[in-house]
């Protein structure tokens, strides 16, 4: 296992988005992060903003990382 001074920190995270959705919407992702072995909904929300700009927009991602 490596050491805790060679694996990078992730930035702190300061942004906050209210978001609304549809009726019902919440249970579904609900059920979804415990699939997903998530400990919260708004873990797997920040997850798939993730992976989305990792997939749209790699530089930016990278940048919002600290590794570009």
């Known amino acids: 296992m490596p050491n805790e001074r060679a694996i990078p920190k992730l930035p702190p995270l300061t942004e906050r988005i209210g978001l609304s959705l549809r009726e019902g919407t919440s249970e579904v992702l609900e059920g979804m992060a415990v699939d997903a072995g998530e400990p919260s909904l ?10 989305e700009v990792q ?7 990278k940048r919002l990382r600290g590794v570009g």
């Open 42 to 51: 708004s873990v797997y929300i920040r997850l798939l903003v993730e992976r």
């Open 55 to 61: 997939a749209c927009r790699p530089e930016d991602f």
